[in-house]
T-cell receptor, first 114, second 116 residues
Framework: DVKVTQSSRYLVKRTGEKVFLECVQD?????MFWYRQDPGLGLRLIYFSYDVKMKEKGDIPEGYSVSREKKERFSLILESASTNQTSMYLCASSPRGYRTPGYTFGSGTRLTVV | QQQVKQSPQSLIVQKGGISIINCAYENTAFDYFPWYQQFPGKGPALLIA?????SEKKEGRFTISFNKSAKQFSLHIMDSQPGDSATYFCAASRTNSGGSNYKLTFGKGTLLTVNP
């Protein structure tokens, strides 16, 4: 069964901490994505990557950075966590190519910043 | 700028009824329109998708209707069941210069409750 695995289901961090959220996929997908999900706001794209060491900003990149050193792993970094970054974070991957079957999502990491 | 507008925000349907969720988009370059289903504690999962070369696609009890001229598409769930209770997201993307669809823009979601 193909998978996107997020390393933590729940995290509690303090304001100002540097936070790493890890995502690993085993489908050899080229594209990987980080979204945050908030009630009433849906899924908003933070960053995405379409190849190793490549990254592009999404709609809400402020306060975040990403790293993709290997094809299967895409990390989201909160440089200095703030309370407004309390959210559900979802990682997804997809293969390259037209008429692809769409994203596969992980189960999410619920981050609370106190 | 919200490129994909989804309505309603929440929907309550009786078992056996028809659930209808609507989405409207602005970018005429969009050419891939999937729907995702999300259960509590899980990530969204692809439910059904359509491309604008057809006006309707049906998979079991789930049907997408697509109106290119109106820039609207909708999800119909026939014979709705309590197990269909979930959050549904519409989304859209376009083919880039390299021939890939990859960046999805999502609607804000609809919480569907199907009462027994």
């Amino acid at each position: 069964d193909v998978k996107v695995t997020q390393s933590s289901r729940y995290l509690v961090k303090r304001t100002g901490e540097k936070v790493f959220l890890e995502c690993v996929q085993d489908m050899d997908h080229e594209n990987m994505f980080w979204y945050r999900q908030d009630p009433g706001l849906g899924l908003r794209l933070i960053y995405f990557s379409y190849d190793v060491k490549m990254k592009e900003k999404g709609d809400i990149p402020e306060g975040y950075s990403v790293s993709r050193e290997k094809k299967e792993r895409f990390s989201l970094i909160l440089e200095s966590a703030s309370t407004n970054q309390t959210s559900m974070y979802l990682c997804a991957s997809s293969p390259r190519g037209y008429r692809t079957p769409g994203y596969t999502f992980g189960s999410g990491t619920r981050l609370t910043v106190v | 700028q919200q490129q994909v507008k989804q309505s309603p925000q929440s929907l309550i349907v009786q078992k056996g009824g028809i659930s209808i969720i609507n989405c409207a988009y602005e970018n005429t370059a969009f050419d891939y329109f999937p729907w995702y289903q999300q259960f509590p504690g899980k990530g969204p999962a692809l439910l059904i998708a359509i491309r604008p070369d057809v006006s309707e696609k049906k998979e079991g009890r789930f049907t997408i209707s697509f109106n290119k001229s109106a820039k609207q598409f909708s999800l119909h769930i026939m014979d709705s069941q309590p197990g269909d209770s979930a959050t549904y997201f519409c989304a859209a993307s376009r083919t880039n210069s390299g021939g890939s669809n990859y960046k999805l823009t999502f609607g804000k979601g609809t919480l569907l409750t199907v009462n027994p």
